[in-house]
Every structure is written in structure tokens, then in C-alpha cells.
């Protein structure tokens, strides 16, 4: 048995357990090279001759992507549940348990609609276990002293015994076999995700478990070592690491539940340095194989004009990180930076200074927006700043407005404008990576990036160019954990500090029956000149249902609170113009109070409004609630935001207080990552980075910096691998992570 060698076995408790072991084997074989030979092995052991699979079972398990011995390895545990003796079933009361025994007794039911009751016994006790369900099967079933695992809840018995087992799933053990025999041995059992096409084929959380030890247990017999090592001893050492055979086994069949974290950190690790050293790879890749533009141009007299066409004073942090831009992009290598800062920081500002610099190079500059809406805002602040500077220098700077569904008389304009090098900076959507568009000479790119582009995008747009620098801008700020992950080969700028001229928002939070005297709040603000929005939840712009809350509330708005105050309306359905007119309305304070869905939740930017209301703000991620309260507080006037929810539990109520209690974004970010998760934090899930199977980056903070370190030391060290002690990374990337370096070249 496996389970129980001495390298896996390491607390006294279970010693006296280590006598039974058979196939042994110690710490001095943990450390092996890789060795292909068993992979080709275990290839020859069909996995449909596991006890408990079968040919039915086989193929389902095929279907999701378990074809040898070998895939039995990936399973990761959802949870644990303990075995206990029946007599402790008391102090398990109404939590879920495992107990095993044999049968001593079955009664079956009297009238169909009554459970069948099984009675167990062990050394200690004996309970009972209701079974409802057709009573002819369960004879068959459930026979005199065959050997049984029930799963349940512990809850009070009704029937000859003090407690009984709130039947969920039971496996039938045969004793006589040596491995279920062992099997029966751990105190923890693994319970997996049952995917819809195994429970097709009958397979319950028990069965699964127990073909889980039984591939394990084959594999040994096959494969002492069960798993190729995939760090090298260097890193287990310094990082205090188990060996990826333990971890495999532990989180499997952990002989105590500490041992759970143990073996997750360590699978964690591996993820997260596997990764890291992909971010580090690419980074050097980008930085050494291509030669970047160097954007050499004496930039003295464009900043000189740059800021007397500025209406405010730069802050110390925009200075600090226009500075970073520049000195990337006098150099020869290839830029790729993320710019973050909160809402309001002032980051397209800095981006135009950037694009100016390349302008002032003789390149064309790109900037590829996630919505219209946003691509169009861009459009007109450029567009209006490039105008005075264009004054100011004596310059001749063109901007072309490219998005889908335009003219096609103008589109083909637009397109050669920009073929001949017409035009020095090009805005628009994912209309500017379309095939058709064809640039004279693209030397630097921005994307506002909005976490909404994927990587293949940004890729593209890229490709247009000539290994143009890359600016990546951030609506909203990321975690730490975050941005390294999916951001991690890029090199980070941060606007730390908000201008001078900001008064922090006030924030409340406020119910369904509060709205009158909001209303009449807002209307006294109109009074003094100023403007609102109102927002109404749009999750998915398809939903009719949304939209319909958003129209609805807004002829309710017109008829009722706000009859004499001119209000308008945007949302997602409107065509562009359409969209642009209100929006121009809006701005020009021919409508008061504007109802929108969050079509406006990024970069929109009318410093005259300075009230945000927003209804059923629970349904909002904590960042997104961020980015449209950012709408306000644009200006030097006291802004506010409303939020109004109705049905608060405590969790929601939480969330939304954090918004109230604090405007560093940052702050909620963190919060919201911690609530939501990683995968949910970016809205639209991150091309797989983030599908780790034991990384938890909320709780693993600490592991992904010193993973990263190491990653990124090594490379630089030894950046193709070659030195003896780094076989094995070598070797376990080009096995496993290739496909993804491929991608990344790509990217
Ligand atoms: P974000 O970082 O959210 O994209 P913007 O770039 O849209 O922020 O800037 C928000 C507003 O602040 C804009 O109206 C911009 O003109 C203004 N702004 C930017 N920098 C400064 C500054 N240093 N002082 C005052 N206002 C500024
Ligand atoms: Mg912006």
C-alpha cells in the first residue's frame, strides 16, 4: 500500500500503520531526472480495467480528458470528509461524516413512501441509515455483513437508535481485497467535482474516490515514483517545499487535515513559479530578440508646448511616470508597460504626452479603446487638446476616429489616411486591428485596456506596427496579485496621487424607501447649477429585462420626481451617434439628470456633474461601483454618490460600506478580489491564466512574490535553462508549458 511508506507517513499517530506497507519507498527517491519510460507505461494500463470503471465508465472518464493512469493525477479534492467510529457519531452532531461497518440488519419499509433503514455496526456501535428509494434494489443492495461506507449528516435517530446518518451516498468495500482494505485505512476522504458526464454512468462521490486510490495505487505498482519531481531540489529546499509526489498523494488522501495546505502550497507554488517564469521568459524574449524604435527626438520644445497648452499643473506622479514612459522609449528596446492609477488620476494625459512623442518621431501612434463610447470620449479630448496644441506649436497633427459600422465612404478614407501616414494618431475600438487596416508606420500603441481585451488583441494590434512600444492603461486599479499574474511580463507605472483639486466623494448608502428624500437632494443640486446620473443595472447588454428597468425608471423619473428638470437617457442599445448626441446634450447641461446603464462606466468625463446615483447597487462589483462613482468628483465642486439597494445581508452590506468608508481605489480593489475571487474580479474571464487548480491568490499573496522572484532570478541567471541544476525546470516547461510559451511568442 502507498499510502502509508515512510516519506508519506511522518506524524506518530499513523506509525504504528506503517508496519502493513509493502511497496516502499524513501526520501533519497524523491529527488530522480525525468524519466519518460513510465509515462509509456502507463499508457498500457487501460484505465477500464480499474475496479469500479469498466468500459461505460472508461469512456465517460475519456470525455473529460481522463485517458490513462496518469490523468487520474490531476484531481484536485473539493473537500474532505472524516471518517469517524459510530459511537463519536454524537459529537459530529448535523455535520457530515463518514462511518463504516457492516450490515447487521435491513428492515424495509412498510408503505412504499417510507425509507428503507439499514443498520451498520463497527467495533464501537451500531446506527442506522434511512434509505428512501425503491425497497426492491435495496435487498440486492444492501446484503447481511457485506462491508459498507456511508456518507451523511449525523442527525437525531427516529427509530431504535439515538442517532442515525442522513443518507447521501454509500460504497460497498470488499474486505478480502487488499487494496479497498487499504482504502478503508485514511481518516479523510477526498470528495471530487462530479462532472454531469460521469454521474450519467452512475459513478456517486464514493465510487469516485475510490477509483481515484485505486489509479493511484496502479500506478505505484507500475511507477515507484508516481510522479515526476518538477522543481529542482534547489528550490524544494530553499522554499521549504515537499516533494510533488507528496503533495499529489497528500491532497488526495491526507492522513491528517493539516497535511491538505501543506501539499496545496506546494502545488500552488509550482503553478505560480511555472507561471512566472513564462512572464519572465516573454519579458526577456520581447526585450532581446526585437530591437525596439528608439524614439531619440530632443523632446524640450514638445513639452515645452505640451504644458503651456495644459490648463492645470501635472502632478508629481504623472511627471514621475511620464518620465518612465519617455525613458523606455528613448531606448532601443521594446516598451510593454501598464500605466495604472486610480479613477480621476489623470492617465490620458499622460498617454497623449506619450503618443506625442512619437508623433514628434515621425511614427504613427494608435489608441484601441474596449467600447465605443469610451474610443469617442478619447476621440473629442484629444482631438480638443491636439487643436490647442497644434495652436500652441505651430504643428499639424491629424487624428483619425476609426470604430465599426461607419460610412463606407469615410471608412475608406479614414483607411487610406492612415495607409499613407495622412494621419499621425488613430483612436478607436477593435475596429483598428481589423484586416483591412493597414498602417504606414505604427510606432507606439496604447490600449485602454480596460481588462476587457484579451491577449490575442492586444497581439494583433501590436503586429500592425513595427515593434511598436506598448502602453497598456488600466480603467480601474488591479491587485497586486492580480496585475502580476495577467500583467506580469510588463514592466508597471502607477499614478499614486489624485490632483490637488479633488474633494473626495461623499459616499451613503441608502434604501428603496430613502429614495423621495434623495430625489429631492438631487433636485436642489440642480438648483445650484450642477447634474446627476442615475444608473441601472445592465449586467449583460442582451438582457432585455435590464434594459426594460432602465426605460421603465426613466419615464417613471420623467413623470413623477423630476417633471419640470430636463433628463435624458443612454444605454447599450443605442447606435453611437445616437448615444453621442445625448451625451453631447449632457455635457452641454441641456439635460440635468442623465439615466444610464454602465455604458458609462468608463472614461466618461463631464466635471460639471457631481452626483451619482446608483440603483440596486448591490447587483455591482465593488470596482465597477468604483469606476462610475469616478464619473463625479471631476471638478472642483463637493460631489456625492447614492448608493440604493434593497435586501441587504450582511456580506452585501459590507461590500457596499467599503465604498462609503474609503475612495482609494486600490483599497477596493483588494476588497473586491477577496469577495469575488480572482476570476470574477476582471468581469470577463482572463484567457485561462487564471485557472489555477490549487493557487488561491487571495490567500497566496506571499508565495507568488517569492515564486516570482525566483522566477525571474533564474532567468536571468540562466535564461535558456542550460545550467545542470535547472534540467528539470527545462524539462518540465518544455513538457508542460510549451503550448503556452507558443502563445506568448504570439502575444
Ligand atoms: P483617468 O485616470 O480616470 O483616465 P482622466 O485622464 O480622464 O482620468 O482625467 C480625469 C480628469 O482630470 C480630466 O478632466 C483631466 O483633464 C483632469 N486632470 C488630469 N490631470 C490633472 C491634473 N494634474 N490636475 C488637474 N486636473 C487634471
Ligand atoms: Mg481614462
Known amino acids: ?115 428503507t433503514y439499514v443498520f451498520i455496526k463497527d467495533e464501537t456501535g451500531i446506527t442506522q441509515v434511512p434509505i428512501f428509494g425503491k425497497s426492491e434494489f435495496r435487498s440486492k443492495q444492501f446484503r447481511l455483513n457485506d462491508y459498507f461506507l456511508f456518507w451523511g449528516k449525523v442527525v437525531g435517530g427516529y427509530y431504535n437508535t439515538k442517532y442515525q446518518i442522513d443518507y447521501r451516498d454509500h460504497l460497498k468495500i470488499d474486505p478480502l481485497d487488499k487494496n479497498e482494505n487499504d482504502f478503508l485505512k485514511f481518516k479523510y476522504y477526498p470528495i471530487y467535482e462530479l462532472s454531469g458526464v460521469l454521474k450519467k ?27 515526476a519531481e518538477s522543481l529542482p531540489e534547489y528550490i524544494i529546499k530553499e522554499s521549504n517545499l515537499i516533494s510533488r509526489k507528496d503533495a499529489i498523494l497528500r491532497i488526495n ?66 511627471k514621475k511616470v511620464m518620465n518612465e514612459i519617455y525613458f ?55 482631438s480638443n487638446f491636439i487643436k490647442e496644441f ?47 487596416v493597414e498602417y504606414k508606420n505604427l510606432g507606439f500603441v496604447v490600449i485602454d485596456e480596460q481588462h476587457k481585451f484579451g491577449v490575442m488583441q492586444r497581439a494583433k494590434l501590436k503586429e500592425k506596427g513595427l515593434n511598436p512600444d506598448v502602453l497598456v492603461m488600466t480603467a480601474t486599479p488591479i491587485p497586486r496579485t492580480l496585475s502580476l499574474t495577467v500583467y506580469g511580463d510588463l514592466d508597471v507605472s502607477v499614478i499614486d496621487e489624485l490632483p490637488l483639486n479633488r474633494k473626495p466623494i461623499k459616499t451613503y448608502l441608502r434604501t428603496d424607501d430613502e429614495k423621495p428624500k434623495v430625489f429631492k437632494f438631487v433636485k436642489d443640486e440642480f438648483k445650484k447649477g450642477r447634474q446627476a446620473y442615475i444608473i441601472y443595472p445592465l449586467i449583460d447588454e442582451s438582457e432585455k429585462m435590464d434594459l426594460k428597468s432602465a426605460e421603465e425608471n426613466y419615464k417613471l423619473l420623467k413623470e413623477t420626481y423630476f417633471k419640470d428638470v430636463p433628463i435624458g437617457m443612454v444605454h447599450g442599445r443605442l447606435l453611437w451617434y445616437e448615444k453621442d ?35 440596486d447597487a448591490q447587483r455591482f462589483g465593488l470596482s465597477q461601483l468604483h469606476q462610475l462613482r469616478g464619473r463625479v468628483g471631476r471638478g472642483a465642486e463637493q460631489s456625492y454618490c447614492v448608493l440604493i439597494a434593497k435586501h441587504l445581508d450582511e456580506v452585501s452590506k459590507k461590500r457596499l460600506n467599503t465604498l462609503c468608508e474609503t475612495n482609494d481605489g486600490f483599497k477596493i480593489a483588494e476588497v473586491d478580489m477577496e469577495i469575488r475571487g480572482p476570476g470574477e474580479f476582471f468581469g470577463t474571464r482572463q484567457s485561462g491564466i487564471l485557472n489555477f487548480s490549487c493557487t488561491d491568490l487571495n490567500r ?48
Open 201 to 227: 454512468t452512475w459513478i456517486r462521490p464514493l465510487l469516485l474516490s475510490k477509483i481515484v486510490f485505486n489509479a493511484f495505487a496502479s500506478l505505484i505498482k507500475v511507477n515507484k515514483t508516481l510522479v
Open 581 to 615: 448626441d445625448e451625451m453631447q446634450a449632457f455635457k452641454e447641461g441641456k439635460i440635468k439628470l442623465l439615466v444610464s446603464t454602465t455604458v458609462i462606466e468608463v472614461g466618461i468625463d463631464i466635471p460639471n456633474a457631481t452626483i451619482m446615483i446608483i440603483e
Open 253 to 318: 488522501f491526507p492522513l491528517q487535515l493539516t497535511d491538505v495546505e501543506t501539499a496545496r502550497k506546494r502545488l500552488a507554488f509550482e503553478e505560480l513559479f511555472y507561471l512566472q517564469l513564462l512572464m519572465a521568459l516573454k519579458k526577456r524574449m520581447v526585450q532581446t530578440e526585437a530591437k525596439g524604435i528608439e524614439f531619440h527626438k530632443d523632446i524640450k520644445e514638445l513639452t515645452k508646448n505640451f504644458k503651456s497648452t495644459l490648463k492645470f499643473e501635472l502632478t508629481g506622479a504623472q
Open 390 to 436: 497644434n495652436e500652441v506649436s505651430g504643428k499639424d497633427i491629424k487624428i483619425t476616429f476609426l470604430i465599426g459600422g461607419q460610412k463606407k465612404k469615410l471608412r475608406e478614407e479614414y483607411l487610406q489616411d492612415i495607409r499613407l501616414g495622412k494621419t499621425n494618431i488613430i483612436i478607436g475600438t477593435h475596429a483598428l486591428i481589423q484586416e483591412a
Open 328 to 382: 523606455d522609449m528613448k531606448s532601443n528596446k521594446v516598451m510593454n508597460r501598464l500605466l495604472q492609477g486610480d479613477v480621476g488620476s489623470g492617465k490620458t494625459i499622460v498617454s497623449i504626452f506619450a503618443m506625442l512623442i512619437a508623433v514628434e518621431n515621425g511614427y504613427q501612434t494608435a489608441l484601441m479603446c474596449p467600447t465605443e463610447l469610451l474610443a469617442e470620449q478619447h476621440y473629442y479630448t484629444i
Open 1 to 115: 500500500m502507498f499510502h502509508l511508506d515512510s516519506s508519506f507517513c511522518w506524524n506518530d499517530k499513523v506509525a504504528g500503520m506503517t508496519n502493513s506497507m509493502e511497496l516502499e519507498f524513501s526520501i533519497s527517491d524523491l529527488f530522480f531526472s525525468l524519466s519518460y519510460i513510465h509515462c509509456l507505461l502507463n499508457c498500457f494500463v487501460d484505465i477500464k480495467y480499474l475496479k469500479g470503471v469498466g468500459e461505460k465508465r472508461a469512456n465517460a472518464f475519456n470525455e473529460i480528458g481522463i485517458k490513462s493512469l496518469e490523468d487520474f493525477l490531476q484531481f484536485i479534492p473539493r473537500m474532505y470528509i472524516e471518517k469517524i467510529d459510530i459511537k463519536k457519531m454524537r459529537d459530529h452532531f448535523d455535520s457530515n461524516v463518514l462511518v463504516a461497518g457492516k450490515i447487521f440488519d435491513v428492515e424495509y419499509p412498510r408503505k412504499p413512501n417510507l425509507p
Open 700 to 747: 497566496d499573496k506571499d508565495l507568488l512574490q517569492t515564486a516570482r522572484e525566483m522566477a525571474f532570478g533564474i532567468i536571468n541567471e540562466d535564461p535558456n535553462l542550460r545550467k545542470p541544476e535547472n534540467i528539470t525546470i527545462r524539462e518540465n516547461f518544455l513538457l508542460n508549458y510549451k503550448d503556452a510559451l507558443y502563445i506568448m511568442k504570439v502575444a
